[in-house]
């Protein structure tokens, strides 16, 4: 555990000013904010999400309101959700009052009511409760950004639309609510991964709505699960984030072992009728491609006989 040293503790214990000044000097210490350091080894040996759960816990430690409490990315960071690290470049604290928000260098204080039930405490750290967190996350990132991370709550944590609406009609006159809703209504606990999670927003922004995690039978019976299925022009889309190729492969198996066994349940696909296309991260960034690759799987599909197999 990363400890803060506040310089009021530094000094109780004999450190005076300048053997601070020269601790940062010297790259010891690292000071997280006016008053607070911390060891620069301890903190450089930390991930982003856990250097910024660190500066949190030293500019709230140092809030003198009462009422602030951790929020927006940063409370998403302590409910253990992934945040893109352009989004931890501040810290962010709400007030309960409405109103008077503002900014500086390392902070953005949000001035917006809440209530008891709007707050939790994570390992002794005042935050916004889950359904409130995200659904200040849905109000302040972009629509993909904020359906990761929604996403991710849903499937690790069971939270839902229905909480996340509750939060957002707590706050009705928010301006950002229409967008927040958006969040709410599209995420989906089935999604599996953040590549996952942002390969669903480019189909929807191409106009497809898939079924997710899709169990595939023939007649033997179940022998796949798929991430997406496109009813009405039999594609399957798999998003490859090069994962189940690395950490995941079970034990006693290869990468290879994996491949292969992926092209053989893919060829089990098209054997029985339909198509599939694969996807990457590097794809993601070209929507129009997307659109070609369904496009030409479902022609591939359109003239083959109608598949044998079953999508549930």
């Known amino acids: 555990m990363t400890r803060i040293v506040s310089r009021s503790d530094a000094l109780t214990r004999g450190v005076s000013d300048a053997e ?81 928000g503002r900014r500086n260098g390392y902070r953005i204080v949000h001035g917006a009511t809440y209530s008891t039930s709007d707050v939790a405490v994570v390992d002794g750290v005042r935050v916004t409760a889950l359904p409130r967190t995200v659904a200040d996350v849905a109000r302040s990132l972009t629509f993909a950004d904020a359906v990761c991370i929604a996403d991710l709550a849903a499937r690790t944590k069971n939270l839902t639309p229905e909480q996340v609406a509750a939060a957002l009609d707590a706050c009705a006159h928010h301006p950002n609510n229409r967008q927040a809703r958006r969040v709410a209504e599209f995420m989906n606990g089935k999604s599996e991964s953040v590549g996952e999670s942002r390969c669903r927003v480019v189909l929807h922004q191409l106009g497809y709505t898939p079924r997710l995690q899709v169990r595939v039978s023939d007649g033997n019976g179940v022998f796949a699960r798929v991430d997406f299925y496109l009813d009405g022009i039999f594609t399957v889309i798999e998003f490859d984030g090069f994962v189940k190729y690395g950490r995941l492969v079970p034990t006693g198996e290869t990468p290879a072992d994996v491949a292969w066994k992926e092209k053989v349940r893919e060829d089990r696909i098209r054997s029985g009728g339909a198509q599939v296309v694969r996807l990457t991260w590097a794809d993601l960034d070209r929507p129009e491609h997307i659109d070609r690759l369904i496009n030409a799987a479902a022609d591939r599909a359109g003239n083959s006989p109608r598949p044998t197999l079953l999508f549930a």
């Not at 409490?69 to 989004?87: C, E, M, P, Q, R």
């Open 20 to 100: 601070l000044q020269r601790f940062c000097r010297t790259k010891a210490w690292r000071r997280l904010r006016p008053g607070r350091f911390v060891s620069r080894s301890d903190f450089d040996a930390l991930t982003p999400a856990e250097k910024h759960r660190v500066v949190a816990e030293a500019v709230l430690d140092a809030a003198t309101a009462d009422d602030a409490i951790l929020s927006h990315s940063t409370a998403a960071v302590f409910h253990g959700l992934d945040v893109n690290a352009s989004d931890l470049r501040y810290v962010h604290i709400t007030r309960n009052r409405s109103g008077g």
